[in-house]
């Protein structure tokens, strides 16, 4: 198949990435434009956060469909070489992943388990010792990194013809038979717990994803999307309760942690005085919102929470700025066309003129310019609304 | 019917911490250090101590109080403890009681609160409260007993110490001069002024091993404490080593063009609050740099002033002073010496 076709089918089998982010698969297997071909492709099996084990029992599991789906990818990416990183406590994995990938030349390289190196930057630094510039893609540096239960899903996508109908999900915490399911998507949480055998006593939390990044949910009747690689049942006794906010004392803890050597206590103060082109300075968008601040301040400050905030923030006044700017380049894209239109009229009427005396002509195609014509008078009009209300939102 | 649940943001596990449990290993880091300096000079270095935590719970529950603040929880931080600690420790021994009290006020109603409270204040506030009082009370403050161990006959009871700090009367026995056994940073100053040599004014008994009689068993006991603070990261490492290298290096040149006339570096590590400052003045986190880069040079650039202050400045030391001067440069610090971050060229 070409391989412009494989990543069309590829694209129609809704493979993403499954490791949380869900992006679509498709497009990082395009390198036009970045590379002429990868350093290292790499796959991602450290599992994202403590607790998940849906990677883990993907690996032990189906680790030659997993093989499967990386020839796929080496087809197309063209990489020098194969990592796989797996976190070295799982043993069962690296070895499921060794023996799947003997004689294929992948490298399985067992990483340190230590939060968050399952994030991709993370893992890459970790395995190349190249770290992704900031603005900018993975491929500027010859890296390209998958999950692994993405990989599977590509097998499944292109030699089965199966697009991504199920993922395997995590259920855990204050559960009867905490386990991982092979859930089809758009199963609701509740049956994913009842299969599981129902909450135990206490739980006071349903966490999609892990503690550290999870997001809380209010009701067990969502369903698995995607995303879904972790249903957390949290009782009291494994979360922390909230604790009183304190002021920040620059104990520096959160920068000894951050794993992409930022300034959090820099970043907090700025985004809670709301001076988000100062914590832009700070680097606020190589934050990964990985909660390692968070996890170690002393006075509990919700760091991440600023984060997400002043990201939003920026990003809604961006988009403010995208519409102005929008509103304003119709409404002068119209003042000109309605110039241009006047000045077509008066030469049409000066043409016309001269050519009164005979009407007789007046045949089929002279009815069709008073409909263009209408059509041109109608539209303006239409478009003057939406400029309007632009200029008085913008 | 779906169950329902509590809605928060992520991370939902924390760290067992907290400020109150940072600063309470503050604290007992001090220990050490306090025991020998309440060996060598008696109870009045524990009366300080009572005096101070009482006077700085006081203050910061009435400052707390007007300012609308949730009184338990913020008490329960220990960072006025730690405050009057820090003070307390750097006070003679038989100060009298309202000189602490001074101190402590000036610490935590104006240094503290009205900066707007933990976590704001640009000023170090156990070191400005010190300042302050040596500014305005030189005389009480440079009265220092004879360290224990060197004339065994100022030794005094508990409430031999108690009426001298609330009544100013000394016991009966004492010579009219007992209480101005300086330090050896104030001997060393004096006596270099008239014309000794180091090594002539190193002969006093007033020294002992290394520096100061006395005095370097307690900088010994702040420097265990100190480094159990660095070892479970309640300090940063930085900081000292910065503040102690510095100290050393500049101590150093000038030891070696004239070792007659300045101090072996040895000596300004082990005298005065050389150590003590290092790992619990400088390393206050609220007025140090918060940087690690920024965090080495700002505990240099106090090493250096303390020599600089010590050797041509008006005081016996200078500790207070450098912190307070390095407060001050601390935001300009942070600014240029962020690290670089993940992903970010190397320059
Ligand atoms: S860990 Fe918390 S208190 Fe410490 S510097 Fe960071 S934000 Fe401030
Ligand atoms: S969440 Fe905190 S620790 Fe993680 S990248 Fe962002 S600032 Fe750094």
Known sequence: ?394 | MAMRFKTVTSPFVLLDTSVGLVMRRVLYAMLPGIAALAWFFGWGVLVNLVIATIMALAAEAALLAARGKPLALYLGDYSAVVTAWLLAVSLPPLAPWWLTTLGILFAIVVAKHLYGGLGYNPFNPAMVGYVVLLVSFPREMSTWLIPHGIDQAHAMTLLETLQAIFSGVLPARFAPDALTGATSLDILRTKLGLGLTVTEVRNSPVFGIVAGHGWEWAALGFLVGGLWLVYIRAAAWQIPSGMLGGLAVIATVFYLIDPQHYAPPWFHLWSGAAIYGAFFIATDPVTASATPRGRLIYGVGIGILVYIIRAFGGYPDGVAFAVLLMNIAAPTIDLYTRPRVFGERRA
């Not at chain 1, 450290?46 to 499967?68: G, H, Q």
């Open chain 1, 1 to 394: 198949m070409h391989p412009s076709d494989l990543r069309n089918a590829i694209r129609n089998a809704g493979v993403v990435g499954l490791g949380g982010a869900v992006f679509p698969s498709a497009v990082k297997m395009n390198l036009s434009g970045h590379c002429e071909r990868l350093d290292h492709l790499i796959l991602n099996g450290a599992e994202c956060e403590p607790w998940m084990t849906c990677d883990d029992l993907i690996m032990r599991e189906r680790a030659e469909e997993i093989v499967a789906g990386i020839h796929i990818l080496a087809h197309l990416l063209n990489p020098q070489e194969v990592l796989i990183g797996i976190e070295d406590d799982k043993p069962e994995a690296i070895a499921a992943m060794r023996a799947a990938c003997a004689g294929t030349g992948y490298a399985v390289r067992p990483v340190p388990t230590r939060y968050p190196s399952g994030g991709a930057k993370q893992l890459t630094k970790l395995l190349t010792n190249k770290e992704a510039p900031f603005k900018g893609r993975s491929t500027d540096i010859g890296v390209q990194c998958f999950n692994v239960a993405t990989a599977y899903t590509l097998h499944r996508a292109v030699n089965c013809g199966e697009p991504v109908i199920s993922r395997i999900v995590t259920v855990t915490g204050h559960v009867a038979r905490p386990q991982n399911i092979d859930a089809l998507l758009g199963t609701a949480f509740a049956d994913l717990i009842a299969q599981c055998g129902g909450y135990l006593d206490g739980v006071e939390r349903l966490i999609m994803g892990g503690p550290m990044m999870g997001f809380a949910m209010h009701t067990d009747a969502m369903p698995v999307t995607k995303a879904t690689n972790c249903i957390l049942a949290a009782g009291l006794g494994e979360l922390t309760p909230e604790l009183p906010v304190m002021p920040c004392t620059r104990c520096g803890d959160c920068v000894d942690v951050c794993p992409a050597n930022l300034l959090p206590q820099q970043l907090y103060w700025h985004a809670r005085a709301k001076e988000f082109d100062k914590a832009q300075d700070y680097h606020l968008f190589s934050c990964i919102e990985c909660g390692c601040c968070s996890y170690v301040c002393p006075s509990h400050i919700p760091l991440v929470q600023y984060y997400r905030y002043a990201k939003n923030e920026i990003w809604a006044q961006e988009k403010e700025k995208q519409r102005a700017e929008l509103a304003r380049q119709r409404h002068q894209a119209r003042m000109e066309r309605l110039e241009r239109e006047k000045q077509e009229r008066e030469a049409k009427l000066r043409q016309k003129a001269p050519a009164r005396p005979e009407p007789a002509i007046a045949g089929p195609e002279a009815g069709k310019p008073p409909i263009e014509a209408a059509i041109a008078r109608a539209r303006p009009r239409s478009e003057t609304a939406v400029a309007e209300s632009g200029e008085r939102n913008g």
